[in-house]
């Protein structure tokens, strides 16, 4: 079920009503775990049982390592569980990708290319089955109720495409489900309607100016490729934030509130602030379980320059399973790197850029948007081929 | 919760009038209705649905 | 519960005013020209009730006689409204004989009954690779679904995708007038389905991009190869059946028609269509419309290829000629 279908708002206004109006207090948070499920199912119910089961085994793995003490075996429970949820997530989303990684390289098919079927909202998740088992494991969750990992498991306004929920504060809402106050009620709905707003009115009117970069080929001129990539950027934007919006504001008349996602990002004066700023519950994630992991900013510096790259393709490879998406990263992380080596070393030396003058604001959050902008053309097509007719098309007269 | 509420840019301005059914029917209406004049039917799918 | 009442308040409030925007939809749209590029089945329907209890007379056409490719005053069938002749053009971009018959199965069953019904007949449309061979255009299966014998219904393909979804969506747009024709008002307000399409014709016309779109689809003549079958028309064909369910319905019902055999670019398809086989699937269509007591205009070869803007819609000039020869037809 998607957001922007009447069977969504025909669900989604049954089950809020049957919610306050006949649910008892006590049956709230399974009548979610129902809702979720019958949700999910409708799009393809074979489906379901891989994220219940996935959400079993998590929810297994994660009580038994509550229950241990024993280091070696804490270890060992993890690397079971991180491995587990990894390998049904590339299984099901990288097989091809990686089966055609060999075939080009071997410049011939020695492996078949599998129709795999990619299950819905599998990037998202099993990343929170991860983000529970991990901080678990570093004892940031010291409870795991059945209950509420159902909940958190089947959420349905997070089930289809995040944000990306934390078990912690998530979980801390459930007993007992309280009725927000009739103005927060009247915030939500404004939420909703001002996302779906988003998402018919500018989101799908940028998807026809964006044609030229997204289907280039046809006889375009450089303005309609610079259109296109300045129609893209607001596209994705406004797509994004429109479908968080549904989701933030059905959360919020469940009575429950999830992590927002965005924060004005093109107004980031840098690139750091950007990824701060654009889908923050991803960006904390990788920050939190792949950055941090490989030492964050404590290694030496040139190591955390190659940590954000890796963190960054990573983040990349997660959007797609292919090329453009991995430069894509890769493009991201090496300005991340950059802007680290430019804040440490060159602004400190320079005391116009550290001034702050409105000037020097507004050139760095141009620059910031346009290194962006540029950046979602490998976003936007389907080949490094195509995405290199789009920059060609954009700068060579 | 009553701190989204205060922090909210849009109540801060207009205050808790928008609360009041009429209003929050009226404003719905109308981004309905702009909905219908300046929606587009050419992509309906939401890009992140994709990851 | 106090918060459960606030939110559907506000819903309730929503609707309501929404109903009163639908009145005013309903009473006060304005009808045109001809049907909209991209009509709903909702429009459709309330141009068939402004019909009700006239007896009018009726275009059943394709896109030659809707005036594909130009705007909607310069085309025939307004010209010749505005000439005196009143017509209602319920033609449109993917007409053919599938489509003419369940319109005019809609327009008996609603309570239409023309006092002349003039439609024409393209004979690509009797190609199995033309889209419109036995597909209606959505709008009209919507509408004239119903209308039809179950034995017709199986000789064609439905358009409209099935699923709880789409099922919702009908339910929508039949109760909900202005959401049933947002591509109508927004045609009316912008001439088109999207409001954007405006900016990007724009940009286009700037980069040089429409310039160049249009030189590379200049029509030639194997553009349009494979476009007419040359096969002998015969039963076996879906489209010519319902040609001749179309004369055998006119006929029943005792409806005077006048059938226009369409203009056609000789000049752009002679290879294609100054061949025997052409010449003896015009003569069967003529035979089987003339055999049911159905005026037939044979327009095919009377048109300078300057007429046309490809192979068979006629440009400006093409339909001033074209409202010139079905005036004197209709007088």
Not at chain 1, 149 to 155: G, L, S
Not at chain 2, 19 to 41: E, K, N, T
């Amino acid at each position: 079920m998607i957001f922007n279908t009447w069977l969504f708002a025909v669900f989604a206004v049954v089950t809020i009503a049957l919610y306050w109006a006949v649910v008892p207090t006590g049956l709230r948070p399974y009548y979610l775990v129902v809702a979720g499920t019958v949700f999910y199912a409708w799009a393809v119910p074979a489906y379901t049982v891989l994220i219940a089961a996935l959400a079993l085994a998590t929810f297994a793995i994660g009580t038994a390592l509550l229950r241990t003490r024993d280091p070696g075996r804490r270890r060992a429970l993890l690397i079971l569980g991180v491995v587990l949820i990894c390998a049904v997530l590339v299984f099901f989303k990288y097989t091809r990708f990686f089966a055609a990684i060999v075939n080009e390289v071997a410049s011939q098919n020695i492996l078949p290319i599998p129709q795999i079927v990619v299950p819905l909202a599998i990037s998202f998740f099993t990343f929170e089955f991860v983000h529970v088992l991990v901080d678990i494991y570093l004892g940031k969750i010291r409870r795991l109720d059945a209950l509420d990992f159902a909940v958190f498991a089947m959420f349905f306004p997070t089930l289809v495409a995040g944000p990306i929920k934390r078990f912690q504060s998530f979980a801390a809402q459930l007993r007992p489900i309280v009725a927000p106050p009739p103005e927060e009620i009247a915030l939500h709905l404004y939420r909703i309607t001002i996302g779906v707003a988003k998402k018919t009115i500018v989101a799908d009117s940028m998807s026809l100016l964006a044609q030229p970069i997204v289907t280039p080929g046809t006889p375009y001129g450089h303005l309609d490729y610079w259109v296109g990539t300045l129609a893209y950027t607001a596209k994705i934007y406004f797509d994004f934030t429109g479908y968080s919006d549904i989701a933030i504001g059905t959360a919020g008349m469940l009575g429950l509130s999830i992590p927002e996602n965005f924060e004005r990002p093109y107004w980031a004066e840098n690139i750091a602030a950007f990824w701060s700023r654009w889908h923050i519950s991803l960006s904390t994630w990788i920050r939190d379980y792949v950055f941090i992991p490989l030492g964050g900013s404590r290694r030496p510096p040139v190591v955390v320059l190659v940590n954000l790259l890796i963190a960054m393709a990573i983040s990349g490879l997660w959007h797609g399973a292919a090329w453009t998406f991995v430069v894509w990263g890769l493009w991201h992380g090496m300005g991340l790197a950059v802007h680290r080596v430019w804040a440490q070393n060159v602004v400190p030396r320079i005391p116009l850029l550290k001034s702050g003058t409105l000037g020097i604001r507004a050139a760095s959050v141009a620059t910031t948007f346009a290194f962006v902008a540029f950046g979602w053309v490998l976003f936007a097509t389907s080949s490094l081929a195509s995405a290199g007719g789009v920059y060609a098309g954009m700068l060579v007269p | 919760m009553a701190d989204v509420l205060s922090s909210d840019p849009f109540f801060r301005v207009f205050g808790r009038r928008l609360a009041h059914p009429c209003v929050l029917g009226f404003v719905i209406a109308l981004v309905a209705v702009l909905i219908i004049v300046f929606g587009s039917s050419s992509d309906s799918h939401f890009i992140y649905t994709d990851f | 519960m106090g918060t459960l009442r606030n939110a559907l308040g506000g819903i309730c409030v929503a609707f309501l005013l929404l109903a009163v925007v639908d009145v005013a939809v309903r009473l006060g749209f304005p009808r045109s020209d001809r049907l909209n590029e991209n009509f709903s089945s909702t429009y459709l329907h309330r141009e068939i009730d402004a019909l009700r209890g006239s007896s009018p007379t009726v275009v059943l056409g394709d896109s030659a006689l809707w005036g594909y490719g130009l705007p909607a005053q310069r085309s025939a069938l307004s010209l010749l409204r505005r000439q005196g002749i009143p017509n209602e053009n319920l033609s449109y971009e993917g007409g053919s004989p599938p489509n003419t018959y369940a319109m005019l199965r809609a327009l008996l069953r609603d309570g239409v009954r023309p006092r002349l019904v003039v439609f024409n007949v393209n004979q690509k449309e009797f190609n199995p690779m033309d889209s419109a061979y036995r597909q209606l255009h959505p709008s009209v299966e919507r509408l004239a679904w119903s209308a039809l014998d179950r034995s017709e219904r199986a000789l064609l393909k439905p358009t409209q995708p099935s699923g709880s979804d789409q099922a919702l969506q009908r339910i929508v747009e039949s109760t909900w007038q202005l959401y049933g024709m947002r591509n109508d008002l927004r045609e009316w307000l912008f001439g088109d389905v999207d409001a954007v399409h405006v900016a990007q014709g724009a940009i286009e016309r700037i980069s040089g991009t429409a310039g160049r779109r249009r030189a590379a689809h200049r029509p030639t003549a194997e553009a349009f190869e494979g476009t007419y079958d040359l096969t002998p028309l015969n039963a076996s064909d879906v489209s010519f059946r319902f040609l001749a369910l179309v004369a055998d319905l006119l006929h029943r019902n005792r409806i005077p028609a006048l059938a226009i055999l369409t203009p056609t670019n000789h000049v752009l398809l002679h290879q294609y269509v100054d061949t025997p086989e052409y010449a003896a699937n015009l003569r069967a269509s003529t035979f089987l419309l003339r055999s049911r007591g159905i005026e037939v205009l044979n327009l095919d070869d009377a048109f300078p290829g300057t007429d046309f803007i490809d192979n068979d819609h006629l440009n400006a000039a093409g339909n001033v000629r074209l409202a010139k020869v079905l005036r004197s037809a209709l007088q």
